[in-house]
């Protein structure tokens, strides 16, 4: 059986952002623009006033600060409050796919291996932007590849799975060298009209270079072990899908973007997390002060940090558990993998980290690993 090693990551990052600020204002135009308009209704207490939002709050809520956006000035337009993201021939490269392809070049150079040299492409994302052709299969045609391609999504552990599926393929001898992409283009699914989550998502992309170690470059890290758990529960949800137009005068509604309980997901997703992260390693017999760093999951800061705590014992500093989402925002399955990307340089033989994912279904992907 070959074992597998992250050879190399990749990343694409728009080059838009949106402040804090400038969500803020946007979406307080817009709800001073509706309360005005609804103000006989909001007096006769047959509707409820919008909300106001403010940067304080933002932060305080989720520890984001700004997030990067394939398109802006739509979003920030209280007219239109949506990306705007204009369609592209056939015969074109798809946007998700020329996202994914990017990162996925900057992981090939990275690891100096040449496109012919990946055996599979898993596109693993949350929102795909097609039922088929799969984009996977594209990306794998403009990059050249060999091989199959497949997508598949788990939410925002859909990297994290990928891995795994990843390592498993290399583990069968099915492929020795495995390209696993995270375009995320999580604006096209936020409502920026509901105060409590017109702040939370950013879109980028993400890949990694899964491989046998047998042709493991200089800088690899060992998958050490890999955990997947799911538990269904309807408290992340998005109805959005090819049978919408089967029922159309449901098509507009909130349901059809993305909606969730914040508090009960927090309440039941940081125990369980913690929980399988603290049994993955009990069973590889790895202390949790082995572990040089945790790159979790990017939706929430205080998540996060109970999380870490509940690991390590203690709490502990970003430099263990690094931040990226005050940047970059939630951007579903890329978010632990941009940490990854941006924090292990300073890594030796032997240093041990772990790479979490964890959200809607629920679902929830651990990755061991370690320094060669």
């Known amino acids: 059986m070959s074992k597998a090693v992250i050879s190399s990551t990749g990343l694409w990052t728009p080059k838009n952002s949106i402040s804090n600020d400038e ?3 946007s979406y307080n135009q817009w709800a001073n623009n509706w309360n005005q308009t609804h103000q006989a209704k909001i007096d006769a207490g047959d509707a409820l006033p919008k909300p106001m939002s403010s940067s304080e709050f933002i932060e305080k809520a989720s520890g984001i600060k700004s997030r990067f956006v394939v398109s802006k000035e739509p979003i920030l337009d209280p007219d239109i409050m949506a990306p705007r993201i204009p369609e592209r021939a056939d015969s074109e490269i798809s946007l998700l796919a020329e996202m994914a392809v990017a990162a996925a070049k900057q992981a090939l150079a990275t690891a100096g291996r040449a496109a012919k040299d990946v055996d599979a492409v898993l596109v693993a994302c949350s929102n795909l932007q097609r039922a088929y052709p799969a984009i996977s299969i594209e990306v794998q045609d403009a990059l050249g590849t060999s091989g199959f391609g497949f997508d598949m999504n ?5 990297a994290t799975f990928g891995i795994s599926t990843a390592a498993s393929m290399i583990h069968s001898g099915q492929a020795r060298s495995v390209l696993v992409c995270s375009p995320e283009i999580c604006s096209g699914h936020l409502n920026f009209r509901d105060r409590d989550s017109h702040f939370i998502f950013g879109d980028v992309a993400t890949a ?16 050490v072990d890999a955990v997947l758990k799911t538990q269904f529960s309807n408290n992340i949800r998005n109805n959005f899908g090819f049978l919408n137009r089967a029922a159309p005068e449901e098509v507009g509604a909130d349901d059809k973007l993305f909606v969730q309980e914040g508090r009960k997901v927090f309440r039941e997703v940081v125990p369980l997390v913690a929980a399988m992260i603290r049994e993955q390693l009990d069973g590889q017999g790895i202390a949790p002060s082995a572990i040089k760093r945790l790159w979790l999951h990017q939706a929430n800061l205080s998540m996060n940090n109970l999380i870490a705590k509940k690991v390590m014992g203690e709490s502990v500093s970003t430099e263990i558990a690094p931040v990226i989402l005050d940047e970059y925002a939630n951007t579903s399955s890329a978010g632990s993998i941009i940490a990854f990307h941006k924090s292990h340089a300073d890594f030796t033989t032997g240093d041990k980290g772990l790479i979490c994912s964890f959200g809607a279904g629920y679902s929830a992907g651990s990755i061991v690993v370690e320094k060669r």
Do not use: H, K, R, Y
């Not at 788990?154 to 859909?158: F, N, Q, R």
């Not at 899964?210 to 998958?223: H, L, N, R, T, Y």
């Open 154 to 158: 788990v939410a925002c552990s859909s």
């Open 208 to 223: 990694v270079l899964v491989e046998a170690q047998s042709m493991a470059p200089d800088g690899a890290f060992d998958i």
């Open 23 to 25: 969500l803020v204002a």
